[in-house]
């Protein structure tokens, strides 16, 4: 019987062949929620199966459920084996290179027998492209350079999609061989804003059985590396991932040596070397011999270094240092919900809806921070709708426990100015001043806006400073040290955004701020009661900067934050 993981991924390519063969986009997405719901699965799937009680599981109805048990039992259903007979057999690897339609597939194929991405560059190379019909010279340049363009594009991973794909491989690779622990490793576990590669660090009595089972994951198409303790492998989608393997008494060496980036890595071996920790008989560095992370770090002369900070190198001087920040940041620590939209302008709950959902994750307080009249886009609030706004709040404040603190989202305008009239602004209980359009102004134009904007004395918090768009757009050209003095200047508070597709500032300019003293506030950007959880991703980007707990404003009880941040003339 296939576990879950291989039963996803049969479920995720039927899923692609759907799109693939046209007019299917929201069956196609049927079965793409199934899969996840299955690589979330914290159940015993097996059991789920044999009970008849997969539709318990959210997004599987009936027929999915009795199509996953098929898959489950024979490792195949006729709706897979019609979809592959239908399509060219390089259909999974070739639908997404530009310019590559399914007409073009069937025809290369029959042609050429081609059916990889290597098998068409090396045709276009050879000039046999433009030999079959259809095709010509001049397609045949736009392939390649269409192959070209797809191999430089690795498939990047924003945070919340981490968490999920993460949790599918910890569990692929609890499965292996003798396998008895797994924790996610890289760029994951150090919590970066976008993940290339997706790696596992795995305990087992026998690595390399582990290794050479990972290798035959269902979603893998090719072996990239194997090496001694780790091997890599790319997928239908050109995700690459990793598998780190280690018996018991080395796993807190591979641990440290899988998470942290090769800067943190190559500082700790020449810490090691100075120290004159010496390799072993086998050749490995006897600092890695450890069943723990602690006792690595212990052994070096260093106190334990959380992984977000395993970054650059200068986290180990840090800590040799006594730099390294003892109160790191925590989600516990946090005691509001800082920029929340509702119904009022873009976000899609009720005011109640919030505060009652952000009351019941243990919050003391809420900001209602909706956008201001500029943000047409957003059903932006007039004055007239920001007062009726307030009436609206002092009732719900009625009925909850939780203190409800009204302000806005104010757009800074081109100029520099903000979006409502001072006295307005100086009535509210906090402002978020963000940049929301033009956001391409030259270096100098941006600079002066945010400088002008943030010498305005209601400016209290620098919303999503930068404005970037992970995978969309670029941060604002602006002198950004010339800004951030302006910032500390004004006693602004500069906004750690969890927004998944935003997580701005970036840990450097957080750095930069705290080294002038400006505080920060973790947020959550959430339009809706469910991306409340966005709080996890602010704390996390703020624990990359290095956060200490007293230097986030929303750490503080609701007295302490409003006098901090309260608006005024």
């Not at 810490?271 to 560095?285: C, I, K, S």
Request: hydrophobic share 45%.
């Amino acid at each position: 019987m296939l576990d879950r993981i291989a039963v996803a991924a049969l479920l995720r390519e039927i899923g692609t062949l759907l799109t693939i063969q046209g007019g299917e986009r929201f069956r196609a997405r049927a079965y793409r929620r199934a899969a996840a719901a299955l690589e979330g699965l914290q159940g015993d799937f097996a059991a789920l199966v044999a009970e008849g009680r997969l539709i318990e599981l959210p997004g599987i109805g009936a027929s999915l459920a009795r199509l996953i048990t098929e898959l489950a039992h024979t490792g195949t259903a006729p709706l897979l084996q019609r979809l592959r007979a239908s399509l060219p057999a390089g259909a999974l690897e070739l639908h997404d290179v530009p310019h590559m339609t399914l007409r073009r597939m069937v025809g290369l194929e029959r042609a050429l027998g081609v059916t990889t991405r290597q098998a068409l560059k090396e045709a276009c190379l050879g000039q046999r492209v433009r030999t079959v019909k259809g095709f010509g010279p001049v397609l045949e340049q736009k392939l390649l350079a269409a192959l070209e363009e797809v191999e430089a594009r690795r498939p990047m991973l924003l945070v919340h999609e981490v968490e999920a794909a993460g949790a599918a491989l910890v569990a692929f690779a609890r499965t292996l061989p003798g396998a008895e622990h797994a924790e996610l490793a890289g760029d994951a576990r150090r919590r970066g804003e976008t993940v290339e590669e997706l790696s596992v660090a795995v305990c087992a009595a026998d690595p390399a059985a582990a290794l050479a089972a990972f290798r035959r994951h269902p979603a893998a198409v090719r072996t990239l590396e194997a090496g001694a303790d780790s091997c890599t492998v790319q997928t239908r989608d050109g995700l690459r991932l990793r598998a780190f393997a280690a018996p018991p008494e080395r796993f807190g060496g591979l641990l440290v040596r899988a998470t942290g980036s090769d800067a943190h890595v190559a500082r700790l071996r020449a810490l090691a070397v100075q120290r004159g920790l010496a390799h072993d008989a086998g050749g490995t560095p006897a600092w890695l011999h450890a069943g723990g992370e602690g006792e690595v770090y212990h052994r070096l002369g260093l106190p334990w270094i959380a992984p977000e900070l395993r970054e650059d190198g200068s986290e180990v001087d840090g800590a040799l240092a006594g730099r390294l920040p003892h109160d790191l940041l925590t989600e516990a620590d946090v005691r509001g919900m800082v920029h929340c939209h509702t119904e009022w302008s873009d976000g899609r709950d009720s005011i109640l809806a919030m505060a009652r959902a952000a009351e019941a994750l243990g919050m003391e307080y809420i900001t209602i921070t909706d956008h201001s009249p500029s943000a047409h886009y957003a059903d932006g609030l007039s004055v007239e709708r920001l007062r009726a706004q307030a009436d609206e709040i002092a009732a719900v404040q009625e009925q909850v426990g939780i203190r409800l603190l009204h302000g806005s989202e104010v757009d800074i305008l081109a100029d520099g100015a903000l979006d409502f009239p001072d006295d307005v602004l100086a009535r509210l209980d906090v402002v978020i001043a963000s940049v929301h359009h033009r956001h391409r102004l030259d270096p100098e134009a941006a600079t002066r806006r945010l400088i002008a904007a943030l010498r305005h004395p209601c400016f209290k918090i620098w919303g999503h400073p930068l404005g970037r768009y992970l995978r969309g757009r670029p941060p604002i050209a602006c002198d950004m040290r010339a800004v951030l003095d302006a910032a500390a200047e004004s006693r602004v508070a500069i906004e750690v955004n969890g927004d998944p597709f935003r997580l701005d500032a970036e840990p450097q300019w957080q750095r930069e701020a705290r080294e002038r003293g400006i505080p920060l506030v973790v947020s959550t950007d959430a339009h809706s009661v469910r991306q409340l959880g966005n709080l996890r991703f602010a704390v996390a980007l703020a624990r990359r900067g290095g956060a200490r707990r007293g230097e986030v404003l929303n750490t503080l009880p609701c007295a302490g934050f409003t006098a901090a941040v309260r608006p005024f003339l």
